[in-house]
């Protein structure tokens, strides 16, 4: 009968264990970065659509000053806060050859690491008063 000498005893075990050990923590290591990836998707969308809403308000704000000025508007830059987030707000304006006076109003939102832009263009008669809105769209920041 052929027996192994006491040092020689588990050697096929210990190499056994090892295997299976290295599979589990590879496996326990692929589901934790799954569920990061997983959640961090979910965030990003989220602070997505916190920015693009920040943006928008931001127009809303510029436009709600031109319709109570009217032509008198002035072109300005400055920024707005809402709640913990900023957005950066422009009103440029030009006098068209109809004698009509046009804002363009663009808002760029950054929330963390995710940012969006929205421009408006806006005309304001100068006989009537009566603003229009020409176009609301979500630019490229």
């Known amino acids: ?48 659509n916190d920015a693009t809403l920040i943006s928008r308000a931001g127009v809303d704000d510029a436009l709600l000053s031109i319709m109570r000025n009217g032509e008198d508007a002035s072109a300005r830059n400055y920024q707005i806060t809402i ?15 109809t004698d009509d006076t046009q804002f363009t109003i663009t808002s760029i939102a950054t929330v963390l690491n995710k940012k969006s832009a929205t421009q408006a263009i806006i005309i304001v008669d100068n006989i009537s008063g009566l603003a229009q809105i020409e176009s609301i769209d979500d630019i490229a920041p």
Do not use: D, F, H, P
Not at 9 to 37: C, D, F, K, P, Q
Not at 83 to 97: D, R, S
């Open 1 to 48: 009968m052929y027996y192994l000498r006491s040092c020689c005893r588990g050697a096929a075990a210990l190499s056994t264990i090892l295997l299976i050990g290295g599979i589990i923590v590879e496996t326990a290591a692929a589901g934790l970065l799954a569920s990061y990836l997983v959640s961090q998707e979910g965030l990003g969308l989220k602070l997505s």
């Open 83 to 97: 709640g913990t987030w900023n957005t950066q707000v422009a009103v440029e304006k030009a006098v068209l050859l």
